[in-house]
């Protein structure tokens, strides 16, 4: 039998060193014969580089590649013997195979692979370099000459760059550099743009491609072609299709509500343009991506963190249901696809025009895109908006000011708009508030929770049994007066965190929660997780959340969680949102390690009867709204209009010359009506403007008023005429880099002008400043709109 394996054996070993031999001889001939089809006259090293460097090269590449790939498909035929019923025969071959196989097959196999193709690559180079210096030029002599163009500074550095890095990356060779300064000049004038145009080239620029013109979304509440787009393969997809099976009929009906909104305000409106466009958007959700590590899938059914995957579902859906063009990648392949990513390692700009006019995404897609985009990150980047749970702030995303002021960190400094970052709640007005929903409930369903309702039911807010060590005291504490569950995920036995008398339902699919939800009179958190989706979900079925209150506040400062994330907020509670927006009765928050102030509170809720509520915001309705406003008039690409314009003080009445006026019965400035008006989003006359006290941040400032922090209208007070307004008198103005600027010192009769637009910012305070802030009203139930923003 030993014999017989081996005469089986030895064939496949002869044919696989044969075809190995035959490739390596098959690309010296290939070679071999480029070098012979030369034109007449031309020595080996004077041929023309267009020869390796074109589809005659890579098709002998190619079919190297489909050599080797039938040499591993003979291994694996191989390997597939493992899966035959006789035990005895496959141990005799594997002693065969130890005696005639000293070094692996496979080893020898994958470097003869290696050591073909470095060397195809050497060969290349080497002569396509030879080549480049004497070969006859498209142009006549002096036509590559590097330019000396004061408009195109970079461009002798740039040319200098690709002599000796052009081969770095084989997307260059990909857009026809060959090594010789004539192809660098044609790259970079025309994929790139560090050099001027070349006139003898004119006939094949390409012309500048218009985008579609605009046409009218409309709501859709098919949701069939989306599931098909989300795809399969992944726990995190399936939970994510499951979501958005479960609220569709909600999703649809909250179309069908904001699209008669809509209708009625352009009624109302008459000649004011509410429109509602179609775009064309790429989502990208790169924490999903195998590239990244993706470690979230696998724990979907492990009781791992769906926050995420909740908000990505829910934004998803918005799109889709809004009538927008929709594309969606979890992987570098389908981003590549998209985009038009050129073959290489991502040193060289897209092929053609960016083909969306938005690109969601995350930090995790935000970095995936610089390394494969090029320079055309850069240069589209307007487009993008990331979805950012905690939020980064303006010093953060600033790299220069990050790095020099010490704000630099392992996320941020990217230099986009504040507002192309998107949170999971509206804690950071630097920032847009994207949201997700929370399912609401019919009247039916409200009077059958109140019915049902167990008053001495409690359920903990904790799936991980790591988050259960040390709370054993007041959950003592709460034992006294209800019954305690918990849904914490385990494999096979209790988790000895939890407490016995706790009654564990394990991990439980999203609609049993519901159930047990609408049952329980308190949903209790532990400190941990910050900011989830969950004790909205609780408080909308009825129950009171019971969180808390962190004192000190954490922050990047003094916890660990927040070290390293781009924003110094500082977090007061285990939901923020929970207790500033919604509160009492709904939301209580305390001292847990304050045992009687514990006790009184249990004691105290009992006695409470609270309704299901569920703020608008984190309705389907609020949510489409808002998403719908943000994409009709947030524009990052268009640069804005200089302000003030020249001469703008003589068109401004009081004296002195100002655009602003008291509000009546309020110590905040409103832009004037009789001054000239500017185009905005938010409109200016959304616009408080307010001093702030020393050490207290914008946010805090307009916070105490009943108004919102607008990054947006930033620009609007960053004028001299804004101090004189608020009785601040300067004795010198300067402009600088500073994210506390507009603001006014005291001690020094100073006022700081903002030098850089990127580092306008609501957060941030300094006992030094009062800080000029420009705040806005809101509607209700929908911090992130203005009264008049819709």
Not at 101 to 115: H, K, T
Not at 128 to 139: H, I, K, L
Not at 407 to 433: A, I, V
Not at 676 to 698: T, V
């Amino acid at each position: 039998m030993v014999r017989r394996c081996l005469l089986t054996f030895k064939p496949f070993r002869i044919f696989v060193v044969g075809i190995g031999f035959f490739s390596l001889c098959f690309l010296m001939t290939s070679l071999g014969g480029q070098l012979s089809a030369k034109r007449s006259g031309d020595s080996p090293f004077t041929m023309r580089a267009e020869v390796l460097g074109g589809p005659e090269s890579r098709g002998v590449l190619r079919k190297i590649s489909d050599m080797l790939e039938v040499i591993m498909k003979r291994m694996d035929s191989l390997s597939k013997l493992n899966n035959t019923t006789d035990a005895h025969r496959l141990d005799e071959l594997s002693s065969a195979l130890d005696r005639i196989q000293p070094i692996g097959l496979v080893e020898r196999i994958q470097a003869i692979a290696q050591n073909m193709s470095d060397m195809a690559v050497r060969v290349e180079q080497i002569l396509q370099r030879s080549m480049a210096n004497n070969r006859a030029r498209d142009g006549a002599p002096g036509q590559c000459e590097i330019p000396k163009d004061p408009r195109y500074p970079d461009c002798p550095s740039k040319m200098d760059w690709m002599r000796a890095r052009w081969t770095s990356d084989p997307c260059y060779a990909f857009y026809g550099v060959d090594g010789s300064d004539c192809s660098f000049l044609v790259y970079l004038s025309e994929v790139e743009w560090f050099c001027p145009p070349l006139t003898w080239r004119n006939q094949t620029v390409t012309p500048t491609l218009k985008p579609p013109p605009k046409r009218q979304a409309v709501f859709q509440s098919d949701i069939g072609t989306l599931l098909e787009q989300v795809g399969t393969g992944k726990e995190s997809l399936s939970f994510m299709k499951r979501r958005m099976r479960r609220l569709a009929a909600q999703w649809a009906s909250a179309a069908r509500r904001l699209d008669d909104k809509l209708r009625n305000h352009r009624r109302e409106q008459k000649g004011v343009n509410i429109s509602h466009f179609h775009t064309r958007i790429l989502v990208h959700v790169g924490f999903l991506t195998e590239e990244s590590g993706d470690v979230f899938s696998p724990k979907v059914l492990k009781g791992g963190p769906l926050g995420e995957m909740v908000q990505w579902a829910d934004i998803l859906t918005a799109l889709h249901v809004l009538g927008h063009d929709l594309k969606i990648s979890v992987s570098l392949k389908e981003l590549h696809g998209f985009l038009g990513v050129p073959p290489g390692r991502g040193s060289c700009p897209l092929t053609g025009p960016l083909p969306f006019d938005l690109i969601y995404t995350d930090y995790h897609g935000l970095q995936q895109m610089k390394h494969h985009m090029g320079l055309s990150l850069r240069k589209h980047k307007c487009h993008i908006r990331v979805i950012d749970t905690f939020g980064t702030e303006p010093a953060y995303n600033h790299e220069e000011y990050a790095t020099l002021h010490g704000y630099r960190t392992n996320w941020g400094y990217w230099n986009l708009h504040g507002q192309q970052y998107m949170t999971m709640f509206p804690h950071t007005p630097d920032n847009s508030f994207m949201g997700f929903v929370a399912e609401e409930l019919n009247e039916t369903e409200r009077l059958n929770i109140q019915r049902n309702k167990v008053n001495n039911m409690a359920v903990v807010y904790g799936k991980e049994a790591n988050m259960w060590k040390g709370k054993e005291n007041f959950l003592s504490i709460l034992h006294r007066y209800m019954d305690v569950h918990g849904t914490v995920y385990y494999e096979t036995q209790r988790p000895p965190e939890v407490p016995a008398f706790v009654k564990n339902h394990g991990l439980l699919p999203q609609q049993e929660l519901q159930q047990l939800l609408r049952k329980a009179k308190l949903f209790i958190g532990f400190g941990f997780p910050y900011e989830g989706p969950a004790p909205l979900e609780a408080i909308a079925n009825g129950c009171i959340f019971l969180q808390p209150k962190f004192s000190p506040p954490h922050s990047s400062l003094n916890h660990e969680f927040f070290r390293g994330k781009p924003t110094s907020r500082k977090v007061s509670s285990q939901h923020p949102y929970a207790e500033q927006y919604i509160g009492r009765p709904h939301v209580i928050t305390i001292d847990f390690n304050n045992s009687e102030e514990f006790d009184a509170t249990i004691r105290e809720l009992m006695k409470i009867d609270v309704e299901p509520f569920l703020p608008y915001e984190y309705t389907c309705e609020g949510m489409l709204e808002r998403v719908h406003a943000y994409i009709q008039n947030q524009d990052f690409c268009s640069p804005e209009v200089p302000f003030p314009p020249v001469n703008a003080s003589q068109a401004w009445q009081a004296s002195p010359p100002s655009p602003f006026t008291l509000l009546p019965d309020s110590r905040a400035l409103t832009w004037a009506s009789n001054s000239s008006s500017f185009s905005s989003w938010p409109p200016l006359g959304a616009l408080r403007l307010l001093a702030s006290l020393e050490d207290q941040s914008c946010v805090e400032a307009c916070q105490s008023a009943g108004l919102i922090c607008e990054p947006a209208l930033y620009r609007f007070i960053n004028i001299k005429e804004a101090f004189s307004a608020l009785d601040l008198q300067c004795e010198g103005v300067e402009s600088e880099m500073n994210h506390l600027f507009p603001a006014f010192s005291a001690k020094h009769a100073e006022c700081g002008l903002q030098q850089d637009p990127l580092l306008f910012s609501c957060a941030g305070s300094s006992a030094k400043y009062q800080r000029l802030c420009p705040c806005r009203d809101y509607r209700v139930g929908q911090v992130a709109l203005c009264r008049d923003c819709l």
